[in-house]
């Protein structure tokens, strides 16, 4: 199995980890466990974007230009609003259900509660898998093999407590364990798939790479400011997810400059 395959299937991995924690634990996350791990993933989400995708971008860009020019800069703006606007496109035109919410978005629509959840798990996990496709096909344009696992490793880490929240909600909503587990593993499905179509998108738009890459962080970063961070804030204030938050971005920078 070459690294590549490796890289593509480990954030799979992990939420399927996370998502076997239906068969351990209570039907229900405990709040403030829920509120530090959604903290977490943020934290993992945004050092990232900014390290792994946002830098990359700039860089390359600033190889083909004068470093200070805007040159440099436009194509991280540009796929970075490029990358939110497309997943606020797919938010909007998808009927999905959050996690704790009892008002369904996007279009009407007759699909049960627990389709309605997987569909807004799968809407969350497309960026990740679309930020580790983009940092692989970034290895012939200067990115290392080894920071393109540490964008893996990282985002399969997070993807283990936010498999768990995924598939315990769907326990709860009363699906039977094994139920829940599969639709929590079925949901990480399309990381792979993102993968691979942006693998073969910067193959035969090779020069587009760093547009690639800030389009990446741009929808992992609409998923933190649109689904993570409000989902952590509600009920009772807690500081937790703050701390998750700043464990999360503290291991996902030193993992991207120590293996880069």
Known sequence: MTPITIGILLPLIGTMLGSA???????????????????FASGVM??????????PSIDMAGALSAPSSL????????GFLAG???????????????????????????????AMLALAVTIHNLPEGMAVGVVFAGESHGLTLSAALAVS????????????IISMPMHAEGNSRLRSFIIGTLSGVVEP????????LAGVLGV?????????????????????????????????????????FVLMMAMDILLG
């Open 153 to 164: 490793i990282g985002i399969a880490l997070q993807n283990i407590p936010e498999g768990a």
């Open 84 to 114: 939110i606007v497309f997943l606020l496109l797919i938010d909007e035109l998808t009927p999905h259900l959050h996690v704790g919410s009892q008002k369904a978005e996007g279009p009407r629509s007759r699909l049960s509660r627990t």
């Open 208 to 248: 587009a790479l760093p547009y690639l890459l800030a389009f990446a962080a741009g929808a992992m970063m609409y998923v933190v400011v649109e689904e993570l961070i409000p989902q952590a804030a509600q009920g009772r204030h807690t500081n937790l997810s703050t701390i998750g938050f700043a464990l999360g």
């Open 71 to 78: 040159a440099a800069v436009a194509p991280a703006a540009v």
């Open 21 to 39: 924690f239906v068969f351990f634990m209570k039907k229900e996350i405990p709040d403030r466990l829920q509120k530090t791990l959604l903290g």
């Open 193 to 200: 798939l993102g993968s691979v179509a942006i693998l073969l």
């Open 46 to 55: 945004v050092a990232a974007s900014v390290w792994s995708l946002l830098i």
